[in-house]
Nanobody, 124 residues
Framework: VQLQASGGGLVQAGGSLRLSCAAS????????MAWFRQAPGKEREFVAG????????VYGDSVKGRFTISRDNVKNVVYLQMNSLRPEDTAVYYC??????????????????WGQGTQVTVSS
């Protein structure tokens, strides 16, 4: 599975961005797709995740109510709609794929595939 993340950029606080993660290769309806982010000097943290069949979505506490994850099974793309952005959302955002959903979805070690990352910068 290859993952290609895009859509990052510079936005003012309160603005919106939509990230895309295009997946190619062997994915299944049980695959769990996630977004992580890593700010300078900080650990990579879980942002949001969704199963390819859409049966489950989960969010990190810091983005609940502001970010929405979705997927397009026809295009094999996972989106992260980010609204009400804050300067603390500034980070490199990575998409990742796991073979199945797990309650350990925030554990980086579970993910078999990673995209290259896209920079999101939110100015105050």
């Amino acid at each position: 599975v290859q993952l290609q993340a895009s859509g990052g950029g510079l936005v003012q606080a309160g603005g919106s961005l939509r990230l895309s993660c295009a997946a190619s290769g062997r994915t299944s309806s049980n695959s769990f797709m996630a977004w992580f982010r890593q700010a300078p000097g900080k650990e990579r943290e879980f942002v949001a995740g969704v199963r390819w069949n859409g049966a489950r979505t989960v969010y990190g506490d810091s983005v609940k109510g502001r970010f929405t994850i979705s997927r397009d099974n026809v295009k094999n793309v996972v989106y992260l709609q980010m609204n009400s952005l804050r300067p603390e959302d500034t980070a490199v955002y990575y998409c990742a794929a796991d073979r199945a959903y797990s309650v350990s979805y925030s554990d980086l070690g579970r993910y078999d595939y990673w995209g290259q990352g896209t920079q999101v910068t939110v100015s105050s």
